[in-house]
């Protein structure tokens, strides 16, 4: 039977995390009995926590995942066939027009990405119209296309962006009707209703 390494054999390999259990219990039995080996082990973590700091930097090959596949003996990655369109296009008289929650709006919804809780779309208000106070989950960015938009007393027209920080309410109105592109998050709230 091999006798037990000594604390200054260890000290470095559990300021790597390398340690099998019966080693790591033999450390943290030494830091029990003799607390000055402490700053020991504390010296040790921190040189392990600067070497990233001090590799040189390595280009990557472009055919490391193949030849690593194949080394594995692993069925090759295949290429990801590009998209049969590489893009979507809408006319603006095919806008998915429907009706919003609130009387006089209606949003086109053009993508809704539930991973990122993100929507993106076009959104139309009638003449009149005041928007309940709501708050924002994430970051609102609107920019104008048709028509008035008032924000906390700014009226903002055709060709106007604004955008809205996570945490802000605000209720808009319009006074003759408006028409805004929107990304907004799918997690906004209404602060009235």
Do not use: N
Not at 55 to 64: E, F, K, N, T
Not at 156 to 178: A, E, K, L, W
């Amino acid at each position: 039977m091999s006798p037990d390494p000594c604390f200054c054999e260890l000290a470095p390999l559990h300021a790597l995390d390398i340690l099998d259990e019966r080693e790591r219990l033999l450390v943290e039995h030494e830091l029990a009995h003799f607390p000055e080996l402490a700053a020991e082990l504390a010296a040790y973590q921190r040189a392990v926590a600067v070497l990233p700091y001090g590799a040189p930097a390595v280009a990557v090959s472009a055919d490391l995942k193949t030849r690593l596949f194949e080394r594995l003996d692993l069925e090759k990655p295949k290429t990801p066939a590009a998209p049969a369109v590489p893009y979507f296009a809408l006319r603006a008289a095919e806008l998915p027009w429907e009706p919003f929650i609130v009387p006089g709006t209606a949003i086109a919804r053009l993508r809704v990405d539930e991973a990122r809780r993100e929507l993106v779309g076009v959104f139309r208000a009638e003449a009149g119209v005041k928007y309940p106070e709501h708050l924002h989950a994430g970051f609102e960015e609107i920019f104008m296309l048709e028509g008035d938009l008032k924000i906390d007393g700014e009226i903002y027209g055709p060709g106007d962006y604004v955008r809205s920080q996570p945490g802000s309410v605000h209720g808009p109105s319009t006074r003759g009707g408006c028409m805004f592109f929107i990304r907004t998050s799918l997690d906004d709230r209404f602060v009235d209703l």
